[in-house]
């Protein structure tokens, strides 16, 4: 199964694609957690986009593109994958259909987390505090200044995807202020309710969502 989370930073993406990401058996692949990978690596595509993510601000469609559309191609995501955090403007969205076409496969479903903005930035400190008590490292953008510009980027640059993928029957919306145990709940009831008939079904879709 091949699907898209879409939501405002803080909503709850990554959290809700790694759970379905082990549900349904295939990888979760965040265009945020490669690209920062890549900076720790010290490779080109990742110290390009450091600084910009650092700040807030959108990386490039050249290279994101290129990231994400790298590690699709691998024989991991083969039989479906889970994008967080891509694509994130228009042109990134018709960069990734133009790969999945030239590849014969389609998308199954876009999910979107609707989330009050106001809770945001509360998400995101608790976010940052959480992970400085576990000892992990914490997000240079998870901040209240750099949420300031996500949220502008998100609003300006991303949201137009709603409409997209809405005008291509793929878009699945659903509240994602309630408890994590409920919107995956919901977000799986999507997907059972919008089920591709078995002729149009990707290799995945078959697999039942215990």
């Known amino acids: 199964m091949r699907l898209i989370m879409l939501g405002p930073p803080g909503a709850g993406k990554g959290t809700q694609a790694a759970r379905l990401a082990e549900r349904l058996g295939?990888?979760?692949?965040?265009?945020?957690?490669?690209?920062?990978?890549?900076?720790?690596?010290?490779?080109?595509?990742?110290?390009?986009?450091r600084d910009l993510m650092a700040?807030?601000?959108?990386?490039?469609?050249g290279i994101v593109v290129n990231?994400?559309?790298e590690c699709i191609a691998e024989p991991g995501a083969a039989s479906g994958f889970i994008?967080?955090?891509f694509p994130r403007t228009l042109g990134q969205a018709r960069a990734l259909d133009?790969?999945?076409?030239?590849?014969h496969l389609g998308l199954d479903a876009v999910l979107e987390l609707n989330v009050d903005e106001s809770v945001l930035l509360d998400r995101i400190i608790y976010r940052a505090r959480e992970a400085k008590a576990?000892?992990?490292?914490?997000?240079?953008?998870?901040?209240?200044?750099?949420?300031?510009v996500r949220l502008e980027a998100y609003r300006t640059q991303t949201q137009p995807l709603a409409d997209?993928?809405?005008?291509?029957?793929?878009?699945?919306?659903?509240?994602?202020?309630?408890?994590?145990?409920?919107?995956?709940s919901s977000l799986v009831?999507?997907?059972?309710?919008h089920r591709k008939p078995e002729s149009e079904q990707t290799s995945l879709s078959r697999a039942e969502f215990e």
Do not use: F, H, I
Not at 134 to 148: I, M, Q, T, W
Not at 165 to 184: F, I, K, M, S
């Open 83 to 85: 994008l967080d955090g």
């Open 134 to 148: 576990a000892g992990r490292p914490v997000r240079a953008d998870d901040n209240p200044e750099a949420l300031k």
């Open 55 to 61: 700040r807030g601000e959108l990386v490039g469609d």
């Open 67 to 69: 990231c994400v559309l």
């Open 98 to 103: 133009e790969a999945l076409e030239k590849a």
């Open 164 to 184: 997209y993928y809405r005008t291509a029957g793929l878009l699945r919306t659903v509240n994602g202020l309630r408890p994590v145990d409920e919107v995956t």
């Open 189 to 193: 009831a999507e997907l059972r309710l």
């Open 26 to 49: 295939v990888p979760q692949l965040s265009s945020g957690d490669m690209l920062r990978a890549a900076a720790a690596k010290g490779l080109p595509v990742g110290l390009a986009a």
